[in-house]
RNA sequence: GGAGCCGUACCCAAGUGGCUAAGGGAGCGGACUGCAAAUCCGCGAUCCACCAGUUCGAUUCUGGUCGGCUCCUCCA
């Protein structure tokens, strides 16, 4: 069966066939660096590494590449915007570089930790600006482009294509909210910068023909992907959000500069909910009212108690294409669903020594795997298989480390849980079964379970 | 105002024009246990927000209603 993947553009599933097979081509909108990754964010990043790793299971060889965006985009479109990356150094006392380094590498540090393969390429935006110049330019050879003192701008009325990825009717769209200032000096609304230009309290700048100033908000995933990937490759992917005004302005200025199309393949996926609504990196420093830790980034997840791929774990409870809501009950669930995962024993395989029932179970698998990345029901049939071999066959695609997590032998247990231990063996000896219980109290305290077997008790630690 | 998504058991959710509506968690019953925990076995939506329509037949298609969400500002 042929993998086949949900197209934006088409808004179709549709068979994947690459531009130069084996080689797939993948380019992923990454992280601006400014702050912590929450966990909505990796959701997006779970999701991109199950299709390369699933794009790598059908047998391509997989060339991915992701932006680091360490030059701040602004807050809005007007001159008071603020540049995130800037607001952040002011917070933190720190310079722009500063930060982009900092939050780069708590990024690559959480996304290691949920099994997020890196990938191929991760090119930083500051270290692209002459591409991205190089774009502009043939934009404005091209005719694409007006100055004004803001800067250089696209002229979204010169493309006759502009906002099909959308499906944009440009002339039904309006600002929703009255705080939305508008560029006065822009020709339609629709228009977008690609080079700012007067911003004299902008501390990152560059020399460009057009005079001192900073690339706009879209220009860079444009040129690192098209240097990177070339002119047309295969599948691009981001948040959902993206749709409207990234992805859009990506596609008119790359393929206004290059009249190649610019992407055969559009992917997104959807948000992570929390209490109903979605995350925004703006609120992670905030404060919860009740007394419980606010669950926003991995490291508060890790923090209030979970496995990291729990919550990889998690996010496969839900097509990538919904919405998932998240909750601590639902991170509780995936936490005991795993765990059972992980209690897989190899030598119980129901699927051993039938090649048959396991080809058949295996063709089930994959072709839910091959259906746009159906990993919810992937998931339900390994569960109801209950097949360790199985289960680690896939794990090339999940990614959740579980032949190493069944093989991995438990934890030495410390002394003092060992004397408690043994201790306990003598009250029960004794038949002094409220010492046995307060013990047993102890030792669960201590984050063991305990069991008593008739090969005689064991403890094993609660962690997964 | 425009564009789009969603509403399936207590929770997270998959899915289909008609055969028993996945799976996980929680819960319940049983085995096991000194009692438990863990584990194993079993049970669980006569029904897929509501109302019409299309159809021999709809949870699945169409229209409407109600409710929720996202985007049209930076955002995964």
Redo the contacts with the bound molecule.
Sequence with gaps: MPLSIYNTMT?RKEEFVPLSPPLATLYC????VYNY??I??L???VFEDVLRRTLRFSGYEVRHVMNI?DVG?????ADD?DD?MQTAAARENKTPWEIALFYEAAFFKDTDRLNIERPEVTPRATGHVAEMIGIIKRLEENGYTYVTSEGVYFDTSRDDEYGKL????LD??????DE?VSDETKRN??D?VLWFLNKPSHIMKWESPWGTGYPG?HIECSAMSMKYLGDTFDIHC?????????HTNEIAQSECATHHPFVNYWM??????MN???????KLTQQTDDQRPKISTLQTLIDAGYDPLAYRY?CF???Y???????L??M???T??L??VY?LSPNSDPLSGDPTAYAAARERVLN?VY??L?I??A??????Y?SFSLWCEFDAILGLDIAERVARQPDAIPEQVAQLVAS?NEA?KA?D??K??QI?NEL?ALGY??????TGT?V?SKAL
């Design positions: 808004r909108c990454g992280p601006t990754a929450h909505g964010n959701r997006t990043y965006t985009h602004m807050t809005s479109d915007g995130k959308a499906r944009l009717q039904k769209q309006r600002t929703s909210r939305v609304p629709s977008f908000w981001g948040g959902v959000d993206h749709i409207p005004v990234h997104h996926g959807e948000f992570l909910l109903g609504g979605k995350l925004s990196k703006s998690f409870q839900a097509h294409r919904s919405e998932l809501n998240f909750s009950e639902a509780d669930a995936a005991s669903g765990r059972r209690s839910a259906d746009d159906g919810p029901q998931v339900g049939l390994l569960n109801s209950g306990r029960r038949k079964w409220a046995s219980d047993r669960i379970e305990v069991g008593d077997g008739p064991t094993r």
